[in-house]
């Protein structure tokens, strides 16, 4: 008998316009067959954004809570083969109007990782120069973006107001990382 569980296949359920359904097969380390639902998606990356001791955040509305959040720029992985990089910088300046001069990985999450295998990376970001922003949809188009002190950020991951995962392990890591 195996220790292991075994990945026996996926039924699509339904392809939406960023994620995937499935019912998912295994077979567990006792032999049993089971099903899981299974929600496949491309992954994206995230950015602390760092620019005169303050950090920039996006409120944005997050329609499956009906409510708008307070979170780090980011974006999914929806150019086939594009590095994280490229994706992190398109998104940056389409969201804050913001170019990088420095790039440094911060650290890699799993959101939800008992039904979705989104992976999220996690960039710090300084050296920020001012370009024109290029909002992407309409929650962008009617998002607002601001710049809060690195330590008001870190204290609205910690008190409840910013409830955005990878918001919050973002704004966490980065605080850890510049001693703050």
């Keep these: 008998m195996s220790n292991r569980f ?9 392809q939406g316009f960023i994620v995937a359904f499935y019912s998912s097969r295994y077979r567990t380390p006792d032999g049993d067959e089971i ?11 995230s950015a602390v954004a760092i620019e005169d001791g303050g950090v920039w955040l996006v409120k944005q509305y997050r329609a ?3 409510r708008y959040l307070w979170e780090i720029p980011a974006g999914k992985l929806d150019v086939v083969g594009e590095p994280l990089e490229r994706t992190l910088v398109r998104e940056l300046e389409e969201e804050i109007g913001r170019h990088p001069g420095s790039i440094e990985k911060l650290i890699t999450l799993h959101h939800s990782p008992g039904f979705c295998d989104e992976l999220q990376t996690v960039f710090l970001c300084t050296d920020l120069t001012e370009v024109p922003t290029n909002h992407d949809g309409p929650e962008e188009a009617h998002m607002t973006v601001e710049r809060f ?3 008001d950020a870190v204290r609205m991951a910690t008190d409840g107001t910013i409830t955005d995962a990878k918001s919050i392990i973002g704004l ?3 605080a850890r990382k510049l001693g703050i």
């Design 6 to 14: 075994t990945h026996l296949g996926d039924d699509l359920i339904h």
């Design 149 to 151: 002190a690195v330590a």
């Design 64 to 66: 499956p809570i009906d």
């Design 172 to 174: 966490l890591a980065a």
């Design 35 to 45: 099903r899981r639902d299974v929600v496949r998606h491309p992954g994206a990356v």
